[in-house]
């Protein structure tokens, strides 16, 4: 069942106006010395710890990579910026098919057969799941869990799941990283 037109509306205008906000962040902590010293503040913990919390946020999606030319203006390096954002992303992402990979044996009754046909499917393409999450992590900018539970569900190991998770959010942060701070660059 899809949400009311207003409250897709709302949402949309949230991620509308916190991608805004860190344009404006970025161009102004270039030249702010308070908005850097309370950038810096949470230094590269709170990078990490912002994109955990944030890796779980599915109503309203955050762009926590759109923070990058920000975080990089007042004086946090670039690469280990990315680095933190896409392993905080992977952690919760990971969280989200560890507990569909454990929780699949306590499913309602009801549940058994559609984890059942997520596993025919799984054992008919083996490598097509991972390839999808893959993609969906490294190119879509919507959580990754909407892949990763199902992939989890269907008994996938987490050997083999984690570090597709690890490059496409690797791949994702870099790219939205360097195309904000191209953009807001541009800009000012």
């Known amino acids: 069942m899809r949400a009311p037109t207003s409250e897709r509306m709302l949402r949309l205008s949230f991620l509308a106006a916190t991608l805004g906000f860190a344009f404006w962040l970025g161009s102004v902590a270039a030249e702010n010395?308070?908005?850097?010293?309370?950038?810096?503040?949470?230094?590269?913990?709170?990078?990490?710890?912002?994109?955990i919390i944030?890796?779980?946020n599915v109503f309203v999606p955050i762009v926590t990579a759109s923070f990058i030319p920000a975080l990089t203006a007042?004086?946090?390096?670039?690469?280990?910026?990315?680095?933190?954002i896409a392993l905080g992303m992977t952690i919760a992402d990971a969280i989200g098919f560890l507990l569909?990979?454990?929780?699949?044996t306590h499913l309602p009754p009801g549940s058994a057969?559609?984890?059942?046909?997520?596993?025919?499917?799984g054992a008919r393409q083996w490598s097509l799941?991972?390839?999808?999450?893959?993609?969906?992590?490294?190119?879509?900018?919507?959580?990754t869990e909407v892949i990763a539970v199902p992939v989890g569900l269907m008994g996938y190991q987490a050997r083999v799941v984690i570090p597709i998770l690890v490059l496409g959010n690797l791949?994702?942060?870099t790219m939205v990283g360097l195309g904000f701070m191209s953009a807001v660059a541009w800009l000012v």
């Not at 004086?75 to 990315?82: E, H, K, N, W, Y």
């Not at 569909?100 to 699949?104: D, E």
């Not at 057969?113 to 499917?121: D, N, P, Q, S």
Request: net charge positive; charged share 10%; no cysteine.
């Open 100 to 104: 569909a990979r454990v929780g699949r």
């Open 54 to 56: 944030n890796g779980f």
């Open 129 to 143: 799941p991972l390839v999808i999450l893959g993609l969906w992590a490294a190119l879509v900018p919507f959580p």
């Open 33 to 51: 010395a308070a908005v850097q010293n309370l950038i810096l503040g949470g230094g590269y913990l709170g990078v990490f710890l912002f994109s």
């Open 113 to 121: 057969r559609m984890v059942g046909a997520l596993e025919r499917a």
């Open 74 to 84: 007042a004086g946090l390096a670039t690469v280990p910026v990315i680095v933190l």
């Open 171 to 173: 791949f994702y942060v």
